[in-house]
T-cell receptor
Framework: DSGVTQTPKHLITATGQRVTLRCSPRSGDLSVYWYQQSLDQGLQFLIQ???????AKGNILERFSAQQFPDLHSELNLSSLELGDSALYFCASSVVGYEQFFGPGTRLTVL | AQSVTQLDSQVPVFEEAPVELRCNYSSSVSVYLFWYVQYPNQGLQLLLK??????LVKGINGFEAEFNKSQTSFHLRKPSVHISDTAEYFCAVTPRGSQGNLIFGKGTKLSVKP
């Protein structure tokens, strides 16, 4: 158990819908990273927050957004969902950035 | 920009045999290097990391890796594998001085047979 929690574990939804994925980092970790794992693209970095501020952006679509709240939990919002958005979404947290602890992931299925 | 190439998508090996999983990277700046393991239906777990110092790095579960700057490689090795090592292994890099976001290879599926 890494100490990072993600909810829900599984999410099934339809094209065009909007979903929110939630991540609670390890106690004391200020950084939260979001990654997408798909068969086509592999593991890709989406976005990073540090203590409530966006710090780095990767291959994140404009339909996707994230935020980190004062209690340090983070949410990833995915809208206008397409079939190709089906993937595993991982959250990771760290103190100093170079050792990241990953959550168990949320499996999103878009039908 | 950085990229990571894991040369083998699948590696089958018999129990108690040695194994090497290969990783090469490309970067115009210095990087930190990592190996992560993903067991079925689980998240990623850090096996080992190279930040600086000795180029031979020891990790958990008996794994080790060697950083070779001239060959831009960071191969993962274990002298004797167990059935429980069956998993997918990911090599990753992040540029020094960056925010730490990881660039991953495509992964190598290690299958240990009895």
């Amino acid at each position: 158990d890494s100490g990072v929690t993600q909810t829900p574990k599984h999410l099934i939804t339809a094209t065009g819908q909007r979903v929110t994925l939630r991540c609670s980092p390890r106690s004391g970790d200020l950084s939260v990273y979001w990654y997408q794992q798909s068969l086509d693209q592999g593991l890709q970095f989406l976005i990073q927050y540090y203590n409530g501020e966006e710090r780095a952006k990767g291959n994140i679509l404009e339909r996707f957004s994230a935020q980190q709240f004062p209690d340090l939990h983070s949410e990833l919002n995915l809208s206008s969902l397409e079939l190709g958005d089906s993937a595993l979404y991982f959250c990771a947290s760290s103190v100093v950035g170079y050792e990241q602890f990953f959550g168990p992931g949320t499996r999103l299925t878009v039908l | 920009a950085q990229s990571v190439t894991q040369l083998d998508s699948q590696v089958p090996v018999f129990e108690e045999a040695p194994v090497e999983l290969r990783c090469n990277y490309s970067s115009s700046v210095s990087v930190y290097l990592f190996w992560y393991v993903q067991y079925p239906n689980q998240g990623l777990q850090l096996l080992l990391k190279y930040l600086s110092g000795s180029t031979l790095v020891k990790g958990i579960n008996g794994f080790e890796a060697e950083f070779n700057k001239s060959q831009t490689s960071f191969h993962l090795r274990k002298p004797s594998v167990h059935i429980s090592d069956t998993a997918e292994y990911f090599c990753a890099v992040t540029p020094r001085g960056s925010q730490g976001n990881l660039i991953f290879g495509k992964g190598t599926k290690l299958s240990v047979k009895p």
